[in-house]
């Protein structure tokens, strides 16, 4: 891919910014009761900026303001247990699993006729006529077992009063309203995420070519290219962007000069370093630390990196092998890779979690129904919860092992905030 036209966002990087990064954390992972406190006390004003997160509080203060939902929640439940075990549930089961495929079979078979031929509509409305019959059958016997049924007839009776109450209580609606405010938050997710990768590109022709470039610019980006999405048929690796340089002759393996991984969330470098790690090592041989079966497809039935891989890309074809990698090496006495593995991502606060487990705990805030924040039980649990989702390695220890290491702090290009 050429250089991108875009005007690059301007960005940190280097030991003294990363340092100011990791200053200005604040990592759950070491925070006592009343630092935990703190923390909540400054989040919730910015959750209560997503109106996701208030509509889930609303649901969760509706529930607490009424123990009678909960109450008949648990019979439903109970009553569900029991109708399920009983002889008369098993057959049910089987027979509401039969309606539904008939139903769908109804349904297509009907679409089917309404485009069929002159010719071929017979035969469908033969095909048709067999599944509506056995749709009638099939409801006469799911009738007549839940006459038959006591305990069937009590979850219908608990499942209709629910039902009452959800609707009385405006749930429903509520609930609804909910998942049409996630429904809208995964589709500006999705654009702002190809966005971001675009920034990126322009990022990576802007700082990053430059810097593997050195003194060596007049005509240097004449075989440059900047690959994006590199899978090369393996299994868990799909590498963001490399920056390759073309072979002399055609056919002939490239060159990486770097990988980069593009994070738009800081405290999401962690998950990318790790999975870079080992993919790092599948690429170069290094066969102790990457399991083989995971990387088995078609292609490598070996598991290993053991035969050339072909990128399409643009209309072109770019071969890889082991060799291609061959300036991936690990750092001495840190065994990992450092060198040529670059991260492209967004400034914010390092929390010592991933932005996953922010959502976690941002989720269960939300719907937590024993929510008491004042309580220092409550909040003690809820910290240890907290603290049960970091990994071994997070973030801020990624950029310590980059500021570890002389010059390899510019590796990781932090895009400042407008």
């Not at 050195?214 to 920056?243: K, N, P």
């Not at 053991?306 to 990128?311: I, K, S």
Request: charged share 30%; with cysteine.
């Amino acid at each position: 891919m050429a250089p991108s036209p875009s005007t690059p966002r301007p960005v940190v990087w280097g030991t003294r910014e990363l340092r100011r990064l990791l200053r200005q954390a604040v990592d759950l992972r070491v925070l006592d009761l009343e630092g935990f406190r703190h923390w909540l006390t400054q989040q919730l004003p910015l959750w209560e900026s997503d109106p996701a997160f208030v509509q889930r509080a609303r649901i969760r203060d509706l529930r607490r303001a009424h123990p009678e939902l909960r109450a008949l929640e648990r019979a439903h439940r109970r009553a569900a247990a029991t109708d399920e075990a009983s002889p008369h549930g098993v057959r049910l089961l089987q027979v509401e699993e039969a309606l539904l495929r008939t139903g769908k079979a109804i349904a297509g078979l009907g679409a089917a006729l309404a485009r069929a031929e002159p010719e071929e509509q017979q035969g469908l409305r033969r095909k048709l006529a067999v599944f509506q019959d056995r749709q009638q059958t099939l409801q006469h016997e799911q009738d007549t077992l839940t006459r038959e049924s006591p305990l069937r007839q009590e979850l219908l009776r608990v499942s209709a009063e629910l039902q009452r109450l959800r609707s009385h209580l405006g749930l429903e609606r509520t609930e609804a309203e909910l998942a049409e405010l996630l429904r809208h938050q995964g589709h500006r997710s999705g654009k702002t995420g190809g966005s971001f990768e675009q920034q990126a590109l322009a990022l990576t022709w802007h700082y990053i070519v430059p810097e593997l470039l050195g003194r060596a610019r007049t005509g240097a980006t004449a075989r440059l290219r900047v690959l994006t999405g590199v899978g090369l048929g393996a299994a868990r690796t799909e590498l963001d962007q490399l920056v390759i340089r073309q072979p002399h002759h055609p056919g002939q393996p490239v060159e990486v000069l770097a990988l980069i991984e593009v994070k738009r969330n800081l405290n999401d470098l962690a998950h990318g370093f790790r999975q870079r790690q080992e993919n790092l090592a599948w690429l170069t041989g290094q066969t102790g630390h990457y399991e083989p079966s995971q990387y088995r497809t078609r292609f490598f039935r070996s598991g290993h990196f053991d035969r050339e891989a072909v990128h399409e890309q643009d209309g072109e074809q770019f071969v890889f092998s082991r060799s291609s990698f061959r300036h991936f090496r690990w750092e001495p006495s840190l065994d990992v890779f450092l060198r040529r593995l670059y991260f492209i991502t967004r400034e914010g606060t390092l929390a010592g979690i991933s932005a996953a487990a922010l959502a976690r705990i941002r989720h269960r805030v939300a719907t937590d129904e024993r929510w008491q924040p004042q309580d220092d039980a409550f909040l003690r649990e809820l910290l240890r919860w907290c603290q049960s989702l970091a990994e071994p390695l997070e973030a801020p220890d990624v950029l310590r092992l980059y500021c570890s290491v002389p010059g390899r702090a510019r590796q990781v290009l932090v895009v400042s905030r407008e």
